[in-house]
């Protein structure tokens, strides 16, 4: 059984960062894309960066500030984020693809973590 288990997530002051851990196991996702989702409340489901083998893929309002990298050694995908802004408070989501191409919409993940709560205050 496939299963994706984020941590990392918690309460931060404007401007500081935290990194998100995704780690997979029952398959190993080494040449599939990864990504992270984020769910605000009121809100749908965004997309906020993907990686493939080689490239990464960022949502505009988080380049710059976020990096996705994966750890293939350990089927570990990472979210580093930095700058924190209180707009990025949300659940983030870790997803899979039984695919390598990236794609930046939710449904077509295969796999879903539980999600991790960033909470940024003001």
């Known amino acids: 059984q496939v299963q994706l288990v984020e941590s990392g997530g918690g309460l931060v002051q404007a401007g500081g960062s935290l990194r998100l851990s995704c780690a997979a196991s029952?398959?190993?996702?080494?040449?599939?894309?990864m990504a992270w989702f984020r769910q605000a409340p009121g809100k749908e489901r965004e997309f906020v960066a993907a990686?493939?083998?080689?490239?990464?893929y960022y949502a505009t309002p988080v380049k710059g500030r976020f990096t996705i990298s994966r750890d293939n050694a350990k089927n570990t995908v990472y979210l580093q984020m930095n700058s924190l802004k209180p707009e990025d408070t949300a659940v983030y989501y870790c997803?899979?693809?039984?695919?390598?191409?990236?794609?930046?919409?939710?449904?077509?993940?295969?796999?879903w973590g539980q999600g991790t709560q960033v909470t940024v205050s003001s």
């Open positions: 990686i493939s083998v080689r490239n990464t």
């Open positions: 997803a899979g693809r039984n695919s390598i191409v990236v794609v930046t919409t939710s449904p077509q993940y295969d796999y």
């Open positions: 029952g398959r190993t996702f080494s040449g599939y894309a």
